[in-house]
């Protein structure tokens, strides 16, 4: 048994859509092959993938963030501007391939008005220039008749880009990382890159390179680069070959938002800033399988199961709940390498993670309320947690309900949203819904993410064995019970009486 109680009135805060952001990287077949295919006849006349470009649009992914990921620290953004054909290839350092450059701003601009996101660009603060990253600014937003701001109207792009986010760098705290940093060189750096960005155009908003939310790195980076960024990013993967480490081991998110919300608080109180500085998780995900940092270990093509689905989702109801810190995450990455979608030649099918991520994306609601959930608890043990490759510390985090839950209502209090995923391997949950002092109609809708079992995935033979299920609840009231099945997710969509 378990038991969910809703109050309208245990308001957490506004949630931000683009939580629900994603993450392309010249990686494997992620850009070349994936969303980017020259001569395909799925393709468009650019090279766009239009099948790709349906899927995407279909999750209403909001913001998407490029290039890199470690492909950005030594990535020269002028390489990949001006006429196909006479770009450079390049050695892509980072993962050990040859980079054809027919991907480059210009494109992943289109793309992203192509597929409905806001474009985030991460600069190159590894090899990369400060006036080569004031030259990147100038070029996608100059309006005057500069150098670059005319240049990119040569290339046939008239009206500026206007790009609002701009990531100082990646991972830089990173011996794999291109011109790698201690976190006050990287502070040093940032800053004077920061500076010159902000004079090129003061519209824009910055994001400092962030760890995993609780380190020396991120301390010492937030005590120096506050004054200057509106957002502080964290890298943080889990995954597990044991079932029960993989769903729980995303509650490492959690610490680490609100470890890092602790340093952001203690920062601006005693250097007096008046700006609020949010959390950008721009980097998650599950992966384990096809795991380091080597494209050439299968060109990190994870197949996910329905065990990843309900691991991704439960990273989603850590987003809500902790709204008022992450206002900006993104999905890495979208297409082939650790992706939802994945592609061959002829067609794609949609991985069991591309399920839950898009019922998240179309029915969470404005407003995330602080819901209460009573449920069955699991202790992860050691043994368990020593089977990830990453090797967190998740099991001192414990123990976990098997139930966890988000709940978001609308602005007018008029619609609720639950969404529970069950992470016990062989039991239904039966759950009682309480709604404090209000009832909702009979009628809601249910839409369910499951499988025939946890290692359930789906293949281009077999592309819906991961699926979801949709049916209408006959009862309404303040009091509602509801069976949540084994190794599930569930969204209700609810109308208030």
Not at 64 to 71: A, D, E
Not at 168 to 180: K, P, V
Not at 490 to 495: A, P
Request: net charge negative; with cysteine; charged share 20%.
């Amino acid at each position: 048994m378990a038991r969910i109680k809703i109050d309208l009135d245990r308001r957490i805060g506004t949630v931000d859509r683009r939580i629900f952001g994603g993450f392309i990287e010249h990686l494997g077949r992620c850009i070349y092959g994936g969303i980017f295919d020259e001569g395909s006849p799925l393709s468009d006349e650019r090279g766009f993938r239009l099948d790709v470009v349906q899927a995407l649009r279909d999750l209403r992914i909001p913001v998407l963030r490029w290039p890199g990921g470690n492909f950005a620290s030594g990535y020269h953004w002028v390489d990949g501007i001006g006429p196909r054909d006479q770009r450079p290839r390049r050695m892509n350092l980072a993962w050990h391939i040859e980079e054809s450059n027919r991907f480059g701003t210009d494109e992943f601009i289109a793309y992203c008005g192509l597929v409905g996101a806001e474009p985030y660009i991460c600069v190159n603060l590894g090899s990369g220039t400060i006036d080569e990253a004031q030259a990147w600014v100038e070029y996608c937003n100059g309006t005057g008749h500069t150098y670059w701001a005319n240049l990119r109207r040569q290339h046939g792009y008239p009206e500026p880009y206007g790009v609002k986010l701009w990531g100082l760098g990646n991972e830089m705290y990173g011996s794999w990382q291109i011109g790698a940093l201690s976190a006050e060189d990287y502070v040093a750096k940032a800053r004077e890159f920061a500076k010159v960005m902000r004079m090129t155009d003061p519209s824009i908003q910055l994001v400092s390179c962030g760890w995993n939310g609780w380190s020396d790195w991120d301390r010492v980076v937030l005590e120096g680069l506050a004054r200057y960024v509106d957002y502080h990013s964290i890298h943080l993967y889990t995954g597990s070959p044991d079932y029960y480490g993989n769903v729980l081991s995303p509650h490492l998110a959690d610490f680490a938002l609100a470890s890092c919300q602790a340093l952001i608080d203690r920062v601006r109180y005693e250097q007096g800033i008046d700006h609020p500085i949010y959390v950008a998780y721009d980097e998650w995900n599950v992966w384990f399988r096809q795991w380091g940092y080597d494209a050439s270990v299968a060109g990190l093509e994870e197949r996910y199961t329905l065990a990843d689905a309900l691991a991704v989702a439960t990273y989603l109801n850590i987003f809500i709940r902790r709204c008022r810190t992450v206002r900006l995450a993104n999905l890495a990455q979208m297409v082939n390498v650790i992706a939802p979608i994945f592609t061959n030649p002829e067609g794609l099918f949609l991985q069991s993670i591309y399920h839950q991520f898009r019922l998240y994306s179309e029915w969470t609601l404005d407003v995330a309320l602080d819901a209460f959930v009573e449920a069955e608890t699991y202790h992860l043990s050691s043994e368990q947690e020593a089977r990830s490759p990453w090797r967190h510390r998740v099991a001192r985090l414990g123990p976990f309900t098997l139930v966890d839950a988000a709940c978001t209502v609308n602005s007018t209090g008029e619609e609720i949203t639950l969404a529970v995923v069950n992470r016990d391997l062989q039991r239904a949950v039966q759950a009682t819904i309480e709604f404090v002092g209000t009832a909702v109609r009979p009628g809601a809708l249910v839409r369910e993410v499951n499988g025939p079992g946890p290692d359930a995935s789906n293949s281009f033979d077999q592309p819906a064995i991961v699926s979801v299920s949709e049916r209408a609840l006959d009862t309404g009231g303040s009091t509602i019970s509801y069976e949540f099945p084994a190794h599930s997710v569930t969204l209700i969509r609810f109308h208030v009486a």
